[in-house]
Each structure stands twice: as structure tokens, then as C-alpha cells.
């Protein structure tokens, strides 16, 4: 006598899902993707982005900063890499555009934001601007 599990474990991924695991979001199709991770930094002068982009050229990003609040897109062009004679099994890697937008606690002086981008990860400097920082009163 066989039993199955699988309702059981269905139930209990659809009742732990995103309980342990950060749910990624997923195209139309439930298959890809549609974000990158990232990481943001705080000190009292800026905020700091690193970006997961592999497999993405620089001139293929895109970023946008108005106020408090920083876009990131990006496109991941893929080339079709199937030789006379072959037939694709397994395609899993992403061709698409990707797009992030940030609202961040205090607005981003423009001018001195800097982006380095290094072996597929991208990394913002945002300074806050002067104008959005607290300002100290001097009791007399």
C-alpha cells in the first residue's frame, strides 16, 4: 500500500510560503524573475545600493533619481545560441527588462550621486541632500 504526501506537503509549502523565504516576484507566466536583489546602507550622509545585475552591460542600465526617490532598469539581451542541427532542452536564463524603484527616507543630491558597476554588481553612492538633513538649533 502506497500513500502519497503530496497534499499534505502542498499544504504546508502554501502555509510556510514566504514565512522562512522572501517570495520573489514572478512574470505573468510564473516562471521568471521579474526584479534583481539588492542592498541598502544607511549612514547619516547617504544611503548605499548594491545591485545583483550579472550577465548585464553597463550601457544597458538605466538609473533616475527625483527627490527621495532612485530607479534602476535594466535589459538583459540574450543571444540565441542554438547551432544548425540543435534543439533547446532547457532555457533558463532571463532576456527582459528589469526595474527597481526605491523611496528613501530623505532626498538624494543629485549631483554628487555616484555608480560604479564591477563584474555584474552595481553599486550606487546617494548622498543625502543638505537640504533634507536635520537641522540643529542653538539654544542662546
Avoid: C
Wanted: hydrophobic share 35%; no cysteine; proline share 4%.
Amino acid at each position: 500500500m502506497t500513500t502519497s504526501l503530496t497534499p499534505i506537503t502542498g499544504s504546508l509549502d502554501e502555509l510556510l510560503s514566504g514565512f522562512f523565504v522572501r517570495p520573489v516576484t514572478r512574470d505573468s507566466r510564473g516562471d521568471r524573475p521579474t526584479g534583481f536583489r539588492m542592498d541598502v546602507y544607511e549612514t547619516e550622509h547617504a544611503y548605499r545600493v548594491v545591485a545583483d545585475l550579472p550577465g548585464i552591460r553597463k550601457e544597458d542600465i538605466n538609473i533616475s533619481i527625483v527627490g527621495a526617490e532612485v530607479s534602476v532598469a535594466a535589459e538583459a539581451k540574450r543571444e540565441h545560441t542554438v547551432g544548425n542541427g540543435e534543439q533547446a532542452l532547457l532555457q533558463e536564463r532571463f532576456a527582459g527588462k528589469y526595474h527597481r524603484t526605491l523611496a528613501l527616507g530623505h532626498e538624494i543630491d543629485e549631483a554628487k550621486a555616484q555608480a560604479k558597476y564591477v563584474n555584474g554588481v552595481l553599486e550606487l553612492t546617494l548622498p543625502k541632500s543638505e537640504n533634507s538633513l536635520p537641522k540643529r538649533i542653538t539654544i542662546q
